[in-house]
């Protein structure tokens, strides 16, 4: 077998020169730096006659000189052994996410029971959202560095801790303690960690594995939102609370049996928000359009119950009919995405989601019927659906090094955080200052989301450019 070395570094400037003349744009002595691929020594006279080959043929370049193949890890997704992990995952997605999206039932129930104004209560969601992505840089980090069952093990504590402390609680403070701090920091160290390494477990299907994984929310957004329908009226909050508990403690138990990572572990000295990332602009317009999309993306989730009861009418329980169907929508909106992600790119389809959900949010502010407003429900749900699933997929598309996944979505989720912990109060903020009309709240969302589709767009641009494409090329990524 030939042994493999590096090219020469005189052969390097020979191919450096012939390709800047073949170039356009690259000559008249401007500097261009290519990734050289590595090749057996044996190839070397090979790869003289492929150039003389590309001379003999002006302007048809096998592939452009600085598009080679960055060295990957070997994922293997034969087996059952990642989608055992994949409905694992599933379930710790479904304790944590989903009593996030299931926060919408609380909502309503809490502004009768505690006394407070909508952006008040909406403080306690949020709290439990900001922290469910703002210790992304911390556990991120953690998880390359091979610490993902300690995380676990103390997030499922904090998660299941909290919600029995809730339990007992009878203040704002209080709830905003234990629903708000506490569940959050117990999603924080469950969510990216398991994202993380799911990136380990998958290459080709990897959207498929998020999508499957992050619909644990849509099975968590309608297995809780059911119990508090069905147990709040009869047995009172206290007991609702710790029954979702102990489902929480089961399932959190049975998925930390299967849950592992099989990743090398990356210790590293850096700091553990990398300033450096963002000098990478596609990854920087890519965390600006996720803030963007993510700062309106729970408006709906928290205010829909109200908007109903408020503007449509409707009851308690048939406003919290809407919720179910907002998680049950989230179901085909995060498995099929991410499917299709697979195929044409999830930075594409999350880009394609991000502009429609804007637009299905306008049409929010025309809806004035029950029908229109179930009509509404489940086409928001599809798409947001996909906003939300397609994110760290798209994400993990930009990386070019696989060992610092979990540190480029720890970060990105860190500043996503922010946009969490103040989009809903926003909205609340602008309907109580509007006397109760939610027309203000919803353009705010629906030009957020807009907006981050304009980013995301730029972060593809700059991605396709780099590449050696155009903006509008139809190229996978």
């Given amino acids: 077998m030939a042994g493999v070395t590096s090219v020469p570094a005189d052969h390097q400037d020979e191919l450096r020169e012939k390709d800047q003349k073949r170039r356009p744009g690259h000559g008249n002595g401007s500097s261009s730096q290519h990734i050289l691929p590595i090749v057996a020594k044996g190839d070397l006279k090979k790869s003289h006659d492929l150039e003389k080959q590309q001379e003999s043929l002006p302007g048809e370049e096998l592939m452009p000189r600085d598009v080679v193949d960055m060295p990957t890890e070997q994922v293997s997704e034969k087996g059952f052994a990642p ?9 710790a997605i479904m304790d944590s996410w989903g009593v996030v999206n299931s926060y919408g039932v609380f909502q309503p129930y809490y502004m009768t029971l505690l006394d407070r104004s909508p952006d008040d209560v909406s403080w306690i969601g949020s709290m439990e959202v900001f922290f469910l992505f703002f210790l992304g840089f911390f556990t991120g980090r953690l998880t390359d560095a091979g610490y993902f069952r300690h995380l676990y093990i103390t997030g499922a504590f904090l998660l299941c801790f909290g919600v029995f402390m809730a339990s007992l609680c009878t203040q704002y403070w209080q709830f905003l303690l234990a629903q708000g701090i506490c569940i959050g920091l117990g999603n924080g160290l469950l969510f990216t960690p398991c994202m993380t390494i799911a990136g380990s477990y998958f290459k080709k299907k990897r ?16 297995v809780f939102p059911s119990m508090v329908r069905q147990l709040l009226p009869r047995i009172g909050l206290p007991w609702t609370l710790r029954a979702i508990g102990f489902i929480q403690l089961g399932t959190l138990i049975i998925a930390g049996i299967f849950l592992q990572s099989h990743a090398e572990p990356r210790h590293s000295s850096g700091p553990l928000f990398n300033l450096g990332t963002f000098k990478k602009l596609e990854y920087t317009f890519y965390v600006i359009g996720a803030f963007m999309a993510f700062w309106s993306s729970f408006f709906a989730y928290q205010y829909i119950a109200t908007f109903s009861r408020d ?15 907002l998680g049950g929508a989230g179901g085909p909106g995060r498995v099929i995405p991410g499917y299709f992600g697979d195929k044409v790119g999830p930075v594409n389809l999350y880009l394609f989601c991000t502009l429609v959900t804007g637009v299905i949010t306008f049409c929010w502010a025309a809806v004035r019927t029950v029908s229109g407003m179930y009509a509404w429900t489940v086409f928001y749900g599809i798409t947001i659906g996909g906003v939300q699933s397609l994110f760290p997929a798209g994400l993990l598309s930009l990386a070019d090094d696989p060992k610092e996944q979990g540190t480029r979505i720890g970060m990105a989720c860190t500043v996503v955080s922010f946009a969490t912990l103040t989009g809903a109060p926003i909205c ?42 155009g903006a509008f090329a139809a190229v996978r990524l």
């Fill in 83 to 91: 989608w055992i992990f994949v409905l694992s995952a599933h379930l």
């Fill in 207 to 222: 959207s498929l594995a998020f999508g499957i994984i992050s619909a644990g929310s849509v099975t968590g957004g309608l």
């Fill in 311 to 325: 503007i449509l009418g409707l009851s308690y329980p048939s406003s919290l009919d809407l919720i179910l169907i």
């Fill in 428 to 469: 609340g903020a602008i309907i109580r200052a509007q006397g109760g009309e939610y027309i203000g709240a919803q353009v705010f969302a629906g030009l957020s989301l807009v907006t981050a589709a304009i980013f995301l767009f730029l972060a593809r641009w700059i991605r396709l450019r780099d590449l050696g494409y």
